[in-house]
């Protein structure tokens, strides 16, 4: 039996038994994205693969429940959810990109189903052959440009107001800088967010020096605030604390770092007006990452409804 409290960490070799009668969304982005053999196996598990592909508005849902699924439509979600209505619903995010397990995560919470997201840490990231200050890992292949997130995109009040840039920093330099050159920001509202402590102690010296140079023209390295790189729900409450001394700014939230930031962000953008999801869309190197390590359960619903 599962236990309330808002994550638990596994080894992903040996993981937790999933409840029978579970409802488990996943997709294969990489080596580490790969199911247990207890779940594959396991009758009691209702398996809805994820296929994705070029758009990122389409994907496929591989399951005898399953068809082509658009992001944006929120009946296509909703009929998909409906059908497995009073059963637990596991998100693995290891193998889904954001354009794939945002849309999902929205309609599960909306449709206020038990909704938990399981994340495997990557073993270790891929160095690049020819490292650059910015670019030490080898990690994207091109970025496709910002454009919303299927779902999420909110229509913002009119009016003037104040933006406060909040981006969530991880080892690629190029899409930090990317991101600020397109939107300009003025500097001395740039907070960025190193995620300390880091996957592993030298992960935010590493953030730190792919992001230099945009850190040092902007001076938001004046301005760097700091949460735990595996603990969405430390982005949630770091970006609540924004809110509660800005209430009429628009936070515009860059989501460059790791999947459980992002995820923390998600779940702050569910039931927050004025705040803008930035996702510039980089097509993934498939071997960026190699290996598993600790694997964590964010009990998303629970936390959500405690709050």
């Not at 997709?27 to 790969?34: M, N, P, Q, T, V």
């Not at 396991?42 to 994907?59: H, K, L, T």
């Not at 705040?275 to 990452?289: F, G, N, Q, S």
Request: glycine share 6%.
């Amino acid at each position: 039996m599962l236990i309330a409290r808002p994550s638990q960490i596994y080894d992903r070799s040996s993981l937790l038994q999933l409840p029978a009668g579970s409802v488990l969304l996943h997709g294969f982005l990489e080596e580490r994205s790969a199911l247990p053999d207890e779940w594959t196996t396991d009758p009691a598990i209702e398996r809805m693969e994820v296929v994705e592909n070029d758009s990122i508005s389409w994907f496929e849902m591989r399951s005898n429940l399953g068809k082509k699924i658009s992001g944006d439509s929120q009946a296509d979600l909703y009929e998909l959810f409906h059908q497995v209505a009073g059963r637990p619903v596991f998100i693995d995010l290891t193998g889904l990109s954001h354009h794939s397990w945002m849309p999902l995560l929205r309609a599960g919470m909306e449709l206020g189903l038990s909704v938990r997201c399981i994340y495997a840490e990557p073993e270790k990231y891929q160095i690049t052959n020819n490292p650059r200050p910015s670019e030490f890992f080898d990690l994207s292949e091109r970025i496709r440009g910002i454009s919303p997130i299927p779902s999420f995109a909110k229509l913002i009040s009119g009016r003037k107001m104040e933006t406060i840039m909040v981006p969530l920093l991880g080892f690629e330099g190029t899409r930090f800088r990317y991101i600020v050159e397109t939107l300009q920001p003025e500097g001395r509202n740039v907070y960025p967010v190193v995620g300390v402590p880091g996957f592993n102690p030298e992960y935010p010296f590493h953030a730190y020096q792919g992001n230099a140079t945009t850190l040092d023209s902007t001076r938001a390295w004046e301005n760097v605030r700091f949460a735990d790189a595996a603990c969405p729900f430390s982005v949630t409450e770091l970006l609540s604390e924004f809110r509660r001394v800005t209430p009429n700014s628009l936070l515009q939230v860059p989501l460059i770092g790791t999947k459980p930031h992002a995820l923390g962000a998600a779940i702050f953008a569910l039931s927050n007006s004025n705040v803008e999801l930035v996702y510039d869309h980089p097509v993934r190197k498939p071997t960026r990452t190699s290996g598993s390590s600790r694997c964590h359960v964010y009990y998303v619903s629970e936390y959500v409804s405690g709050r």
